[in-house]
């Protein structure tokens, strides 16, 4: 999220979001030579694309747009309502059953967020910038994210997380560079700065494994609990400028990672 804020005004939100894939699909594509081919059936090729192109494509283009506008931590704060949208949608389908346990955890997880944030969410909108846009950007990111989560999981028990990844990022690149050509990226040769190019490709190759693990966990456990994980994100974030940049170590981080920690864990204790 921090690494999208710091390069989306150079690249453009659709044109980051291709360079963001492109580069996942180059970092899986070693693993899609040695592993053995699996053919994605032709009626099944049509709602992987899509879903690709939810996940990967229109998730992100909202997403970064919601950068345009509103703040790094308030579109996290937004978008961490993405495990409760799941569950309810899951819910509503029939795909799992709306517990009490999981209830409390995600709102537990979201609370930790919006703990471990604190102030951040309250930043000023960037200059320009649109509040109401935003805000309405990052809740249909996180809806989309929904979306694609509780339809995953029968392609990837039929196929592979693997290839299943593959196909839907290839969906998204081919999308996203229909709608980076719209921004005039390649009317010209990008130009970005050293770090510039060395964030995007440090979203690129995180995107690339994460989504991966992210695909390959759809297809193992129910969408819900999945998605809580996202929780851990900002809080860790927080935490990771303790860790690695020697900052002071934030209270309101603490306490976040404890709230989310025990929505995952009540979430996640078998019933008695």
Excluded at 42 to 66: E, T
Excluded at 177 to 185: K, P, Q, S, T
Excluded at 223 to 238: K, Q, W
């Amino acid at each position: 999220m921090v690494a999208t804020r710091y390069v989306v005004d150079a690249a453009g939100p659709a044109s980051l979001g291709f360079l963001r894939y492109l580069v996942g699909l180059l970092c899986l594509a070693p693993a899609l030579l040695l592993a053995p081919w699996k053919h994605i059936a032709g009626r099944d090729l049509l709602p992987v694309a899509l879903l690709g192109v939810g996940q990967f494509g229109l998730l992100i283009v909202l997403l970064n747009y919601s950068l345009l506008h509103i703040p790094a931590g308030r579109a996290s704060l937004l978008f961490a309502t993405f495990p409760l949208m799941t569950m309810l949608l899951s819910a509503l389908l029939g795909r799992e059953e709306m517990t009490r346990r999981k209830v409390a955890g995600s709102l537990l997880t979201f609370l930790g967020v919006a703990i471990a944030l604190g102030g951040v969410a309250l930043a000023p909108d960037p200059p320009e910038g649109s509040s109401w846009l935003g805000t309405l950007a990052a809740l249909g990111a996180a809806l989309c994210g929904a979306v694609c989560s509780v339809c995953y999981r029968p392609y990837v028990a039929r196929y592979s997380s693997l290839h299943v990844t593959a196909f839907a990022m290839l969906a998204a690149v081919l999308m996203l560079g229909v709608l980076a050509a719209c921004e005039g990226f390649f009317a010209s040769m990008p130009r970005f700065s050293l770090e510039e190019g060395a964030a995007i490709v440090f979203i690129g190759v995180s995107s690339g494994v994460g989504f991966f693990l992210w695909v390959y966990a759809l297809g193992h456990a129910p969408p819900t609990l999945v998605t809580m994980f996202l929780s851990l994100g900002p809080v860790t974030a927080a935490l990771g400028g303790t860790l690695l940049l020697g900052e002071e170590m934030p209270l309101a981080a603490l306490l976040g990672l404890a709230a989310v920690l025990g929505g995952l864990w009540l979430a996640l204790r078998p019933l008695k």
